[in-house]
């Protein structure tokens, strides 16, 4: 583990690689899974503000649950998540022509048409933020759905803190990723040392 400000990294995002392959999963990480993505307090609001900028591309289903639930739910662990359809897919999944879902909040921000990217949770995948009381904990979470990114990454080279730069930084900010970048730097050199 590394220590950066109150954070407690895990030492896979150095050594693991990785860099997704949506051609080959399809998706699989907004479908597959108990259930929905979990979310930060200030997200739930954020989401419903960003609701009319998608509704029209949301499935029937989707919509459904919507009314009924909401766009978030507690699961089991007593955790807010996004709501999702018949025990599978997030609300906000939306399928191409290919059968390739995507997020629909993702594809209206990246059109200007509302300002909320998607939950951190998601675009921090496969890397999962975890509260304690006194530090947070950053860990990987490694799932057979992503062995196609994990190929395609170790075959790059591409170490998945350097794969999730932007959602780190979106999270943590530029100087923790620098201190990331940094203490990864280290490591590195005193493991080619110990070789």
Not at 35 to 41: D, F, H, N, R, T
Not at 76 to 81: A, L, M, Q, W, Y
Not at 134 to 139: M, Y
């Amino acid at each position: 583990m590394l220590q950066i400000k109150d954070t407690l990294v895990s030492l896979d995002l150095l050594e693991v690689h990785f860099c997704c392959q949506l051609a080959q999963c399809k998706g699989a990480c907004c479908i597959e899974g108990d259930s929905g993505a979990p979310l930060e307090s200030d997200e739930v609001a954020a989401i419903e503000a960003a609701l009319p900028a998608v509704w029209d591309e949301l499935s029937e289903p989707a919509k459904e649950v919507i009314r009924n639930q909401g766009v978030s739910y507690e699961d089991v662990e007593g955790e807010r998540v996004t709501s999702i359809v018949q025990g599978k897919d997030c609300v906000f999944t939306v399928y191409d022509e290919k059968g390739i879902c995507y997020c629909a909040l993702e594809k209206a921000w990246r059109e200007g048409r509302q300002p909320f990217q998607k939950p951190i949770s998601c675009h921090l995948y496969p890397v999962r933020i975890k509260q304690y009381k006194d530090f947070v904990a950053v860990n990987y979470q490694h799932w057979h759905i992503c062995s196609s990114a994990l190929d395609y990454g170790k075959s790059l080279g591409l170490p998945l803190y350097r794969f999730l730069k932007e959602p780190l930084i979106r999270k943590f900010g530029n100087e923790w990723y620098e201190e990331l970048t940094q203490a990864a730097a280290l490591y590195e050199q005193q493991y080619k040392q110990t070789e």
